[in-house]
């Protein structure tokens, strides 16, 4: 089963991002706490990366940045979501390393279709 982690400190978002993930078939790794993203992930080794942007330290964009410098996670996809509308976060988002940026509120299919093309890339 491919794993995606999701960093977001909402558990409610969370929560909602394991139901839709898992009715894909995916298997869902979450975390609430953005520090312990890239630890976890080098043990769990996903397939792919959902992360919010407006967290705690490390926030999405230096979490994003701390991701892409570890050799095994530099072409694993990032997909940020974020409610974050504006250009700016989003070019900065793209320039720390994110394949894609979708805002809240999202409709499943956008999402579902960005997960395959980006896991398409790699498989």
Request: aromatic residues 8%; proline residues 8%; glycine residues 4%.
């Given at each position: 089963m491919t794993k995606i982690m999701v960093v977001d400190d909402d558990k409610d978002a969370t929560t909602l991002f394991e139901e839709v993930l898992k009715a894909e078939g995916y298997e869902a790794i979450l975390l609430n706490e953005s520090s312990k993203a890239v630890q976890i992930a080098k043990k769990?080794?996903?397939?792919?990366?959902?992360?919010?942007?407006?967290?705690?330290?490390?926030?999405?964009?230096?979490?994003?940045?701390?991701?892409?410098?570890?050799?095994?996670?530099?072409?694993?996809?990032?997909?940020?979501?974020?409610?974050?509308?504006?250009?700016?976060?989003?070019?900065?988002?793209?320039?720390?390393?994110?394949?894609?940026?979708?805002?809240?509120?999202?409709?499943?299919?956008?999402?579902?279709?960005?997960i395959k093309d980006h896991l398409e890339i790699i498989y």
């Open positions: 769990e080794l996903p397939a792919l990366f959902i992360l919010d942007l407006m967290m705690p330290e490390p926030d999405g964009f230096k979490l994003c940045r701390m991701l892409r410098r570890e050799p095994e996670f530099k072409s694993t996809p990032i997909i940020i979501v974020t409610a974050l509308n504006d250009t700016d976060s989003r070019i900065v988002a793209i320039g720390a390393g994110a394949n894609d940026y979708l805002t809240k509120p999202f409709r499943l299919d956008e999402l579902y279709s960005s």
